[in-house]
């Protein structure tokens, strides 16, 4: 029987920070998986470090099942996104090693293509209308079929969810960066923000949106039915997720298509937005949410109640959860698009990575498991450096949500 005999948790800095396992087996066999939770980086690699790796060594590789059971319900505690990563970098490594000793492709491993390519969505910004107008066009022409769209509301000094270069990374700082928020010029400004978005350029293509748990359900329900004639693809995170029964009273007032998830981390944070029906896709990420094994239980109770998927994508998902995202989305039946956001040239590097991008669409490369190689040389170039998210502050000085 083959064995596991290392396990090693990689940080490297190409960019922005990210954490990859890399799982080794007697028959010199590698297999690798994403680890990386934005601004908690080390937080991961001491639970793979510390916690998991010594479980990990003598295993066998094949008993992926087994081995996420044993991490999830073999520990005291369950759950959590620190936990959850740090299960999600194992299954996925161990899904990269199964392929390779098949010879096959994640997907054909997860059943094979339902469909030939993924539709993905793309992040469009502006610091105001008129530039977030020129991006979206910029988006349009590199082929993408749906488009995120986000300004910086005007007055506020903070440009939240708004690209300052090339490359989206509101993880910027390294202490967080404090910026304010103001409900009500957000809730102005947004309605006539994106009706620009559809004026100029129409409704043959997916317009999203997203509202990053700002509102409370009432200001919700309310945008939500403002959106109504403007056919978003969704309204994103509208409220705070934690209470997912208040998903109901947005629900229940308005029909723009809802997307949570991306902050969740199991099926049972899940479990009454999906069975009760009160969103349309859900966002769980490979990475957050206990890597294949799990999500693909997430993706098939959401299909027995008719909601689809949509994968957090942005780039703190690193080119290995990105891969891994996208062997899965080809197979699930019930798939609804997938986030996409471009990596910066050394990620690349670091991550030599199949997967490519073609008129909106990504699809994967047909090498055995994920398609994705570690570069250890190219990484050391990048040592890891601390990066917080910002926190908004309302203008009378208490925090808000993110
Ligand atoms: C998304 C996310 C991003 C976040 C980032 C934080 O929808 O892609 O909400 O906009 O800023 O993922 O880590
Ligand atoms: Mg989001």
Redesign the pocket.
Known sequence: MSTITNAEVLLTSPGRNYVTLRITTSDGVTGIGDATL??RELAVASYLRDHVAPLLIGRDPARIEDTWQYLYRGAYWRRGPVTMTAVAAVDVALWDIKGKVAGLPLVDLLGGRSREQVMVYG?ASGSDVPSLLEDVARFQAKGYQAI?AQAAVPGLAGS??VRKGEI?E??ATSLPDEQPWDTRAYLRFAPDCLRAVREEFGFDFHLLH?V?HRLTPTEAARLGKQFEELDLFWM??PTPVEDQSSFRFIRQHTTTPLAVG?VLSSIWDVQQLITERLIDYV?TSVVHAGGITHLRRIFDLAALHQVRTGS?????LSPVSLAAAVHLDLTVPNFGIQ?Y?EFAPETTEVFRTGTTFTRGSLDVSAAPGLGVEYDDEVAAKFPYEPRY?PVARRLDGSVHDW
């Open positions: 934005n601004g992040h995120r939240y969810g989206y509101p993880a997203d990053h994103e995170d991306e966002r957090h994508g942005a780039t703190d986030e956001m998210l």
